[in-house]
Every structure is written in C-alpha cells, then in structure tokens.
C-alpha cells in the first residue's frame, strides 16, 4: 500500500474497500447498540431487559475496534474486528445452514425476503469486512513510522469530534424512536392499527396483551370468512405450516386463553370456551399457536407462546 504523510507522521493509505466496510459495520453497530438500549424501555419484561444486556457488550465492542483500528492505526484493534466479524459471519451461515436444512427436510416454501437474505447479507458482509480488516492489520503490523514508532493516532480531528456527535445524536434520536413506538403491554377496544402485529384489515375491537417470555394474546371482531382467510394467511410458525394444520370445525366445547389472563392489571375470566365456532392449534415442544372463533359473537381469539 501506498502511504501518506499526515501530521508529520507516514500513514498507510486505507483502501476504498476498508473505508466502505467500516463504514457499514460502524453503521451497523450503532443500530445494534440503539435496539439494545431501547430494550431496557420494556419494563415489564425481564426478558427484554435481559436481552438488551446480553445484545449490548458485542456491538459496542466491535465498534470500538472497527474505528481504532481503521481510523487510528491500531494493529490490534483491527485483528480484534477481524475475528469479532469472522464470528458473525460463521453465526450468520450456521443459522442460515440449520434453517435450510429444516425448511428442506420439512418442505416448507423458502421464506427468501424475511430469512434467507437477510441472512446471506449479513454473513456475506461479516466475511468480506474480516478479510479486509485482516490484511489491513497484517498491514499495520509490517508497516512503521519513520522512528520506528506505533502507527497509532493519539490525536484526534476536529472532523472526527464533528461525526461523533453526529453518530451519538444519530443513536439517541433512534433510541427515542423506538422506545416511543414501542407498543404498551396492554391495551382494550383499540383499533387495528393500534395493535403491535398484524391484523385482517376488517379486524375491529382489538384487544391483546404481551406476556413474559414471548407469550402473547389477543382477540378482535370479525366474520368467518375473514377469520378463515386470516388464519391461512399463516399465523402459525414455518413447522406448522409443513404440518398441514388447518381451521377446524369445533364439535366439543373448545378453551382458548384470553389477553387478560398475562396481566394482574386486567380482570377477567382468563380464558373463554366455544361451542359454535372455528379452532386452530398448532403445537412443538415449548411453543404452540392457538386460534378460536365464535360464531355467536362473530369475536377471533389468539394464543401463542414461543418458550
């Protein structure tokens, strides 16, 4: 690599595929470092407290290495990028290996725009900024100053004070974003698009609740049709829909749990039972999909839980 002579000091010149990849990496990281911070804002679940905990320390840290050692000529920090992204990248392709064996195996259609892309752009992406970050430390490492000194800057720009505070007020409008569409736990009689999932566009008096641990419950008026249409629309998960799980006909009183029995906050009997109408269930393990329509009161009910 060619070098350039910046503050009296000989720099190596950084490639225009180093500049891009730290670019997206830091990018990425920031996005990272706003969801786990806008997770400690869901209060009421230990779970995404806990997750914003365990989601926190590695895109902080890769940030941190990615700049030192892009933009201060850290060997170290760039070797540390190196093998924090070569993890995610292994992460990625393993995550993406297991799901398509499943999804083959179970002969599922390839869900490609939800799962299978994201996951090849983010391997993708994680291997390539590696190798780069990898030769450009093999770089740092060979190369020195005309003194034999540390490449590495002490100083920082006005520029690069500049795009700190333009990246911290990038981070914290984001965080203020999510944390005020987060939905709240609970809420009755709202409107669909008040909901925090996807609903039939003709789904009235919607009433839900978010319990711990990936549970959640919810219950709106609508017509058969629609139910049925809404139901096969895929509600359930990727294995249900191998399983060939269909609406079915209630012909013995039918029990489905209700949105009031996840909170003390909200009274009610818990759980409702049918005896005209239209069920759906689907269970593995510890997750399960269950869905209920009364005829008599044209009122869908759900009941999910994913641990």
């Not at 299978?116 to 430390?137: D, H, Q, R, Y």
């Not at 949105?259 to 269970?283: F, Q």
Request: hydrophobic share 50%; charged share 15%; proline share 4%.
């Amino acid at each position: 690599m060619a070098v350039s002579n910046v503050e009296g000091l000989l720099e190596p010149k950084r490639s225009v595929w180093l500049f891009v990849c730290s670019v997206i990496v830091l990018a990425a990281c920031l996005v990272s470092i706003s969801l786990a911070l806008a997770a400690f804002a869901v209060t009421w679940d230990p779970c995404s407290i806990m997750g914003g905990v365990l989601m926190l320390p590695p895109p902080l840290a890769l940030a941190v290495q990615q700049y030192r050692g892009t933009f201060r000529f850290n060997a170290k920090a760039a070797s540390v990028s190196a093998v924090l992204l070569f993890l995610v990248c292994g992460l990625a392709f393993a995550a993406l290996a297991t799901t398509l064996v499943d999804l083959v195996f179970s002969g599922v259609r390839i869900p490609w725009l939800s799962l299978f892309l994201p996951l090849l752009v983010i391997g993708t992406l994680g291997g390539v900024s590696a190798s780069v970050n990898l030769a450009w430390s093999r770089h740092l490492e060979r190369a020195t100053n005309a003194d034999g000194a540390s490449l590495e800057r002490t100083q920082y720009t006005m520029r690069e004070l500049l795009v700190a505070v333009a990246a911290i007020a990038c981070m914290t409008t984001l965080v203020i974003y999510l944390v005020r569409s987060t939905p709240p736990r609970f809420a009755e009689n709202v409107s669909r698009d008040e909901a925090p999932f996807g609903l039939p566009a003709e789904a009235t008096e919607v009433s839900f609740c978010q319990g711990f641990r990936g549970t959640i419950a919810y219950e709106f008026t609508i017509d058969e049709s629609g139910f049925v249409v809404w139901v096969e629309s895929g509600i359930g998960s990727l294995e249900s829909a191998s399983a060939n799980v269909s609406v079915q006909p209630i012909t013995t009183p039918y029990s489905v749990r209700r949105y009031d029995a996840l909170t003390a906050k909200v009274t009610g009997a818990g759980a409702i039972t049918i005896t005209d109408g239209l069920y759906y269930e689907w269970s593995k393990e510890d997750r399960g999909v269950y869905a209920a329509f009364d005829r008599t009161t044209n009122r869908a009910y759900y009941y999910a839980h994913f641990h």
